[in-house]
Each structure stands twice: as structure tokens, then as C-alpha cells.
């Protein structure tokens, strides 16, 4: 993109939405091994299958912010969907959940040991059948200590206070009402989401905390047209220059200290976070908006895998 053009960038991320969209939509039963880190197109990659398998070493996280993008791959969506404000935790701290908190929340739906991910491979490519309910018994031989999962999580102990913080009308109120409860006691889940939140792009989180309380109510398909939208201005540069500053501070130089243009969350006015949901007015790039085909959901939502927990 900075050696040719901003589109390369969009068409490339095009292509991953209709891609995650195709996966959503999908007829088949898809089953995603989720064994290490699945971060951002990770998880455009795997949330999308109606069988989300995590094992003891499965890290997810969203931290687009701290490189100047935000929670994408229809993370308004799936994020969204999460029980109280847990997504905009996610989101906007790049906080991380280990397997047993993706259960929990209904991030995943199964988890079974590292060890025995092979054994449940071979397993299933030898099913004659392959119908949802012919999975599911399979996956559920190997299941590992289902309610242990449940009642040990960290993930537990984060959501009251999550839904009490995460849920206030702005970032400079969820950040205050976080700085509060370090007041009342230090909890170094706290600190590090406020650290996070302080050093990553604030129109980064004024993005995310629009687009996840729109998602809230919205298809999937209304969110990725949404998010392909912000994803062309960040590219474009349309306001800012910040997700070329956040990748050069990250993953190029690694000095980790970028210089955001828009640098305080108090500069970022509601008009120019609406810049961001626009579409492109530029003739001369031939930008176009995001178009899906028409196709029904394959099956097990976020709020279906937590009924069955």
C-alpha cells in the first residue's frame, strides 16, 4: 500500500470478508481445531464454523487497536453477541481469553487436549457421515472435563465488573469508571486494560465501540459491509495516517511507541468517527462498496453453543 496504492490493502481484505462470509454461510458442518493463538483473520477464520474446537494452550485475542485497525473479520458481530459487555472488554483492551474462558463465553464450543487433537482428526475424516448430530457425538468423546471448564475460568470473575465498566456510553467513560475500580482495589486484569486502552489508537476504540454497539442489532452481512467501509478509510487515510504509524511501531520497527496523529480521545469528535462509516467518495480510486450474495446462516450461533454449556 505504500509503495503502490491504498486499494491493494482493500481488495486484499475484500476478498477476506467474502471469505469469512462463505464460511458463515457455508451448508456443510465445518469443524475448526483451535490449538496456539488466534488473533484477528484467525478469528474470521474459525469463528464462522458451527464447531469450534480450543484446547489448554488456545490464546484468542482482538488487539487490532494497538496497530491502529480495529476488531474486524465481523468481530462486531460475533463480539457482539457475547453474554453482557464482554465483546467491548475484547475489543477495546486486546484482552485475552484462554480455551476454558472461549467456552465459557461461547467463543468455542469444545475443548478437548492437545494430545488428542490428532486422534479426533483421523476420527472424523473415518465418519461415513456427516451430518451435524453424527459430529457432535463424535467431538463429545473427546471432550475434556466439560465442567471444570466451566466453573474455573478466569472469564467469570472478569464479567461483573466488565458489564459494570464496559457498558458506559464512551471510551473516556469506560476508562474512567475501570480507573474507579482500581480505587476500590487493585486487580491487575484492570490495569492492564487500562494500560492497553491508553496506549492503543483512540480513534481506533471510538471505532470499535461504535461499530460492536451497531453490530449488536445488525446481520452479519450489515456488519461486514460496515466494516469493509471503515477498513477503506483507514487505508485510504481518509482522516488519519495512524494504522501505517501503528504497524510501522509494531510489527516493522517494534519500537512499540507510535505517534498517532489523532493522539487524545478528546479530539476525536463524533463527526469524525462518522467519517470512518461512510462510504468512499472517490471516483478516481474505483472504490466499491462491499457486496455479499444472498445466503442463509449454517448454524450454531454464539448464543446457541452458550445454551448448551
Known sequence: ??????????????????????LATYKKPLVALIDGTVMGAGAGLSMYAPFRIVTENTVFAMPEAAIGLFPDVGASHFLSRLPGFLGEYLGLAGARL???????????THLVLSKDLYRL??????????????ISHLINKFVYQT????????????LKIANKCFSRKTVEEILLALEKEVEYGEQQWIIDAINSMKSACPASLKIFLRTIREGRTQSLEQCL??????VSHICRGTVSHDFYEGIRAVVIDKDK??????????????????????????????WDPLKLPPRSSNGLTIEAARSKL
Not at 1 to 9: D, R, S
Not at 225 to 230: C, D, H, M, S, T
Open 147 to 158: 465442567n471444570y471448564v466451566k466453573q474455573d475460568s478466569a472469564y467469570y470473575d472478569r
Open 225 to 230: 459491509v460496515r466494516e469493509y467501509n471503515i
Open 1 to 22: 500500500m505504500t509503495e503502490g496504492h491504498w486499494t491493494f490493502g482493500t481488495l486484499y481484505y475484500k476478498k477476506e470478508l467474502i471469505l469469512a462470509h462463505f
Open 121 to 134: 482428526e483421523n476420527a472424523l475424516e473415518g465418519l461415513t457421515c456427516s451430518n451435524a448430530t453424527s
Open 98 to 108: 484462554d480455551g476454558a474462558g472461549m467456552i465459557a463465553c461461547g467463543l468455542a
Open 257 to 286: 511507541k507510535p505517534k498517532w496523529e489523532l493522539s487524545k480521545l478528546e479530539l476525536i469528535t463524533e463527526e469524525i468517527v462518522d467519517q470512518y462509516f461512510r462510504n468512499v467518495d472517490d471516483d478516481e480510486d474505483n
